[in-house]
């Protein structure tokens, strides 16, 4: 092959005058790790809402929960994103749309909103498949203590339900660290784009990406093994798996 | 807000989204779901089948892939298959590779470890009597994969590699990052050069949105159909 390899790129200085190579990679980890948690915590409570929502017996409240469900599964996340950065400050009336274009750091914040509003539609289907699992008589013996609706989801439904959907929610928040690649497309220097920079200032693509897959290899690890540890603390005694 | 939505610019350009643009993305589409089903297939039988040796190398392949974000796939192979192309044919240089056919590389080996998991979920789904059957009746285990397992699994499996083939559409989006002209690519090419941002991407919003839609309710109801009851 006449790829002429230099593993020693990551510390020599980068042309952005601000550290090594091995800097802006790291700068990049950073930003994922960052834009990828805010948005998980998004998809987390809106995609948990909605879930409850969609669990509700009433058929207005199924409809708008599964309405929103579907719209947000059925357009791809790279649209989804142009919408919100290039669109949504057009549609707005001016004054806003200037505020929103003069936002600093415009695609941290859409990229965040973007991707947790995305992801929190896969967490509602699975929050509502949770919440369907659940034998019935749960609910009838939480309404039969005298408990009212908000307090049977919060006290007993809930609780049970984030706990049959553990491993599925954990590979949703893989999903969206991986995500997060896309946001690069509006701008976002997270993982992926600072390696791009780092294989368009040295030339070094394979060192770059191969850097790059360590580092999503490495937390994807975290974030499993870290979520495994959690289940099984949170394991209630007579329920499923031990 | 919608005064100067100008519907004029997205009928104007149409055909060339539709012929250019949607052409690309169902093309594309169609052949890296095809070539990575038969892929994933191979795989998933190696991993169940195959010796250690293979059945851990397939292991590491499929975890590997569904570990990457898609975004830094496509750059891998698109950086990488001239050098494989070299390394194969032993050309003095890395080859040229043609955008089209890089991406569909790169969704056929990404789609592959996908598909080969919901193969081996179907596989492994099937009650052990049925090869054990098989191999009674003096059929070979390749055969009693071919004429009695694998037709089983396909036949439950179909709604969710359907629906794993309506994500990698959404998926064939992010060509854009080897800019591409798929249909977002046409979209966003017209929306640069005319400056209608608004118009192209709602309209692309909503194509892609009808597509997936109508295509998941399709296979919601084919999967009442195709369902076995056991």
Redesign the interface.
Known sequence: ???HWNWGIFWEASPEGTGTYADMLWAGFLTTLEVSALAWILALTIGSAVGVLRSLPNPWVKRIANAYI??L????????L??WY??LP????EAWGDWLKQLPNAPFWNGFIGLGLFMSARVAVQVSTGIAALPRGQMAAGTALGLTLPQCYWYVILPMAFRVIMPPLTSEM?NT??????A??IGLAEL?AR??AV?EFSFQ??EA?TA??VI??LL?LAVTSAMRAFEKRLRLPGYGGS | ??SDFDFDVIWRTAPYLFRDGMTFTVTLTLLSALLGLCLGTLLALARISGGKVLSTIVTGYVN?MR??????VI??FY??VP?LG??ITGAP??IKVGGFSSALLTFAMFEAAYFSEIMRGGIQSIARGQSSAGLALGLSGGQTMRYIILPQVFRTMLPLLLTQTIVLF??T??V??LSLTDF?GAA?KI?QRDGR??EM??F??LV??LI??LA?QAVRRLQTRVAIIR
């Open positions: 092959m006449s790829y579907e719209l599964r059925n357009i791809p996340l790279l649209v989804q142009f919408l290039f669109v057009e549609l707005v009336p893989i660290i991986k995500n997060s690649s896309v690069l497309t992926t390696t791009r294989q693509v394979f990406f790059a897959t999503y290899l994807n | 807000m919608f590997l570990s990457l974000p898609l975004v830094l750059f891998w950086f990488l050098y070299q390394w240089r890395p959404q998926d989006s992010l854009y990052v977002l966003s929306a941002l608004v991407y709602c692309a919003a892609y949105f997936c839609f998941s």
